[in-house]
């Protein structure tokens, strides 16, 4: 996965159109690519290839995660997410921020579908996607949290308004302690005479 180090405007996306594009089938990034990323001043961030691991491996749920994490920060974008062919290990990540941004597994799962091309798609891709869980991605501050990712501030906000609520009904649930505890000193010096025998009869 690969970003550039600028801001938002037409000269930030002017790297990404002139990518080298051989050797295409590499896992490792090649020098042709490391140069180039060095003068356009590029973040490469590579993730997903396990030493001694087959390239047609799916992800794990641990790069997974930590690929949605750089792209929900907003302070990488602009950003370039690929892999060797641009479709299945591209197409998984994708998949999950989809279901990271609030999109039924059934929309997922068919632009998954659809760029990886007719019998190109893998079942366990698709599982994956399945069971991908939105909790399992730590949310950065909402400072910087990519703007579209409104699921999860909603989902925060949320949050903090059950939080608000439990804090009010605990406060509730202490007032009439307190009072209780209130009436309880005032009785307890009339019992004490009582047990002493210093009530006072008419």
Not at 30 to 49: C, D, Q, S, W
Not at 101 to 115: H, K, M, T
């Amino acid at each position: 996965m690969a970003r550039c180090a600028t801001n938002y405007n037409e000269a930030s996306y002017t790297p990404l159109k002139h990518l080298p594009s051989e050797p295409k089938a590499v896992e490792e990034p090649n020098e042709p690519l490391l140069r180039f990323a060095a003068e356009k001043e590029v973040t490469i961030h590579h993730l997903g290839i396990v030493e001694d691991g087959n390239p047609w491996d799916p992800l794990t749920e641990l790069c997974v995660v930590d690929a949605l994490r750089h792209i929900i920060d907003s302070r990488n974008h602009p950003l370039l997410i690929c892999c060797g062919m641009g479709r299945h290990r591209t197409g998984t990540v994708v998949g999950c921020l989809r279901i990271l941004q609030g999109w039924n597994l059934a929309s997922a799962l068919e632009e998954y579908r659809r760029y990886t091309g007719p019998r190109r798609s893998r079942v366990v891709n698709e599982l994956q996607i399945e069971s991908f869980r939105k909790e399992s991605v730590p949310l950065p501050p909402e400072s910087v949290m990519a703007p579209w990712l409104w699921v999860a501030q909603m989902h925060l906000q949320e949050l903090r308004r059950e939080e608000a609520k439990r804090a009010e009904a605990v406060n509730v649930d202490l007032a009439p302690s307190a009072a209780a505890e209130g009436m309880e000193d005032q009785k307890r010096p009339e019992d004490e005479k009582k047990s002493h025998g210093l009530t006072n009869h008419p």
